[in-house]
């Protein structure tokens, strides 16, 4: 007798929970299956070769120019630049975001960034737009050190940035902090303003960082790479909305030693995801997902070497552009390679080559008007740029009839 | 071990996008919610010592580390706190405010009414208490092995899901599920963990995930402390 009224009392109590998900679930928008933005193709229209192995042939990427971006005055340290490319009706084509102060993990480290001016082509005088002192009054906690800067921009025009800021320890302690670009004032046509903290771990929400550029998603939303660092590294995908509210997370692998994630999207639900490795392999190590970011499973590694290094990655046109650190120690050679599927890639340039010792490290990379642009640190000095246009083979060596 | 593994549980934890509290509130939430929490230990802790002076000023004390809690900015304490472990579960407010009123309002101390002689009548409810921290311990494991993935999914992210609060609206009410007495409800931590549900499904504090609300790691450390002085002292008796 007991019994069966146990029974019946589990029965209504599974029913009133049931009930209470279905009310929960009712408050909540639905989450559609994401789909890769296809907006490359579009912004380059006519500027790149589509994916069609001829057409990439008849053509290459030709620098057009280099440079540093202006630092802010009397700071002697700056590092993992991120770049923001520009809606053409903009005044500025290009954004660029690092952190700059007296040395890495410095109190007084600020998140700088620089607008590159459409019209003159050159770069803005750097301003520091984000601190931790004015971030942890807008959260109502403490900042001990903020690092890595992620830049998006979302439908309505407006900016994100995604900083690395954190608690009570190193960069394992870190957080993911969510900003959001501020009405301009005269005073400050740039600013950002603290949204939350991304709510990503439940041990104190600590050792989650991002470095890597997010993948645009067709609904406007994005897949922002992030990495966990605390021991154990691995890389997990961030969905965020329109609006940059968190929507899901996915772990991209559980070996242990893999970081800073960079996506390429070979189609809407085909990624890839290319990783520094903190293990012996030395190489970039490679996570896959066939289903646009809800499974991902380890692929094989790509044969290229990797000193323990952050790689950057871009899709223009038909085809992916990797930059990278080509050798199993040390930081003094750049590269850019290309791919047309993301596994097979051949040597495009050598963006470096320094003296051992030196460093040119934690590439970055935007598409603008049809022209790569690949920013860099040198030397945890100063934050290096290059920009690449694609010259097709008739403009570059004319046909033989031709006068 | 591959993610695939796990895929159609991932599959069922994104099918719904989370629920976030609203950010504009939740600096005040830290400051209430560590207030309280460093009351309620500063509280058990002046009780620990023996001289009088110090039961004497122990509310005294309670309330100076409530107010430095409250001030906002780098001069508070939980501009601190909150640097280092952001902000206290709503289960560990809840019970930090049940052990304030307890103790502070209804002037019994916490060793009489939290630890009375497991041979007395009240041995069952704290039979239930026992069940509960077991089940917060199991629970807070799982989450620690998550967060360093070494499961096959993520418990973290399954917080986020509707089901979750299913199931732990179930666990609130296993001691009415088990004796058929709605007053178990009252005895049991139930008192505690159903107004914390109810405030987290109507504001989603902390964070929008049900773990952080419900199990903090200090409160897991706790948990696991209180386990080891029941099990002594059911040794000795």
């Not at chain 1, 019946?8 to 279905?22: D, E, M, S, Y």
């Not at chain 1, 050190?145 to 690395?164: E, S, T």
């Not at chain 1, 040119?360 to 920013?375: C, E, I, T």
Request: aromatic share 10%; charged share 15%; net charge positive.
């Amino acid at each position: 007798m007991g019994f069966s009224f146990r029974l019946l009392r589990a029965a209504a109590a599974l029913a009133i929970a049931a009930l209470l998900c279905l009310a929960d679930a009712g408050r909540r928008a639905p989450l559609v299956p994401a789909q890769a933005a296809q907006v490359t193709l579009a912004q380059v229209a006519g500027a790149v070769p589509s994916s069609s192995q001829a057409a990439l042939a008849g053509g290459h990427w030709e620098r057009t120019g280099q440079g540093h971006i202006p630092m802010p005055q009397g700071v002697p340290a700056a590092h993992a630049s991120a770049l923001l490319a520009l809606p053409a009706t903009h005044p500025s084509a290009l954004l660029a975001f690092w952190f700059a102060g007296d040395r890495e993990s410095a109190p007084n480290v600020q998140i700088a960034m620089s607008a590159l001016d459409r019209a003159s082509g050159s770069w803005s005088p750097a301003r520091r737009v984000v601190d931790r002192w004015e971030m942890g009054a807008q959260l109502g906690f403490g900042i001990r050190r903020i690092g890595n800067p992620v830049a998006w921009l979302d439908g309505q025009g407006q900016v994100h940035l995604f900083v690395v800021a954190t608690g009570l320890g190193g960069w394992a302690a870190g957080r993911v902090v969510h900003l959001r670009q501020s009405a301009p004032t005269p005073q400050a046509p740039w600013a950002w303003e603290a949204v939350a903290v991304l709510p990503l771990s439940w041990l104190w929400n600590t050792s989650y960082l991002v470095r890597t550029a997010p993948l645009p998603l067709a609904d406007g939303g994005l897949v922002l790479p992030a990495y966990f660092e605390l021991a154990r590294k691995y890389p997990v995908a961030l969905r965020l909305d329109a609006q940059g509210a968190l929507r899901a997370m996915a772990p991209m692998s559980t070996q242990g030693q893999m970081l800073q994630p960079a996506l390429l999207a070979r189609d809407q639900r085909e990624w890839l995801a290319l990783m520094r490795d903190s293990g012996p392999a030395g190489r970039i190590r490679v996570a896959r997902t066939l289903d646009a970011g809800v499974r991902w499973s380890d692929a094989e590694d790509l044969p290229l070497d990797n000193p323990n290094a952050s790689v950057a990655t871009l899709t223009a046109g038909g085809q992916h552009l990797l930059v990278y650190n080509p050798q199993k120690s040390g930081r003094d050679r750049l590269r850019m390679a290309s791919s047309l599927d993301g596994t097979l890639w051949s040597s495009m340039v050598e963006l470096e080559n320094g003296p051992p010792g030196s460093e040119y490290s934690y590439p970055a990379m935007a598409l603008v008007d049809g022209q790569v642009w690949v920013s860099y640190t040198d030397q945890r000095q100063s934050i290096a740029w290059q920009r690449f246009a694609w010259v097709s083979q008739a403009w570059a060596a004319p046909d033989k009839g031709r006068p | 071990m591959s993610w695939v593994d796990g895929s159609d549980w991932l599959r069922l934890v994104q099918d719904a996008a989370p629920l976030l509290p609203q950010p504009s509130l939740l600096p005040m939430l830290r400051q209430a919610g560590w207030a309280l929490v460093l009351a309620a230990l500063v509280t058990a802790l002046v009780q620990c010592f023996d001289a009088r002076w110090l039961r004497d000023k122990g509310r005294l004390l309670a309330l100076v580390g409530a107010l430095w809690a409250c001030i906002p900015g780098p001069w508070g304490l939980s501009y601190w706190l909150g640097l280092a472990f952001q902000t206290p579960s709503l289960m560990a407010i809840g019970l930090a405010l049940s052990y304030l009123w307890r103790s502070v309002v209804q002037r019994r101390w916490p060793q009489s009414a939290q630890y009375p002689d497991p041979a007395s009548a009240r041995q069952r409810s704290l039979a239930w208490q026992d069940r509960y921290a077991l089940f917060g311990i199991a629970m807070g494991w799982l989450l620690l092995l998550d967060v360093f993935a070494y499961l096959p999914w993520s418990v973290y992210a399954w917080g986020f899901h509707p089901s979750a609060n299913g199931l732990l609206l179930l666990v609130a009410l296993w001691p009415w599920i088990a004796s058929g007495r709605a007053s178990t409800l009252m005895q049991a931590p139930s008192k505690v963990l159903l107004p914390v549900l109810a405030l987290f499904w109507l504001s989603r504090w902390p964070t929008g995930n049900l773990w952080d609300a419900v199990l903090d790691p200090w409160l897991f450390v706790g948990l696991h402390g209180y386990m080891l002085m029941r099990y002594r002292k059911r040794q000795r008796a």
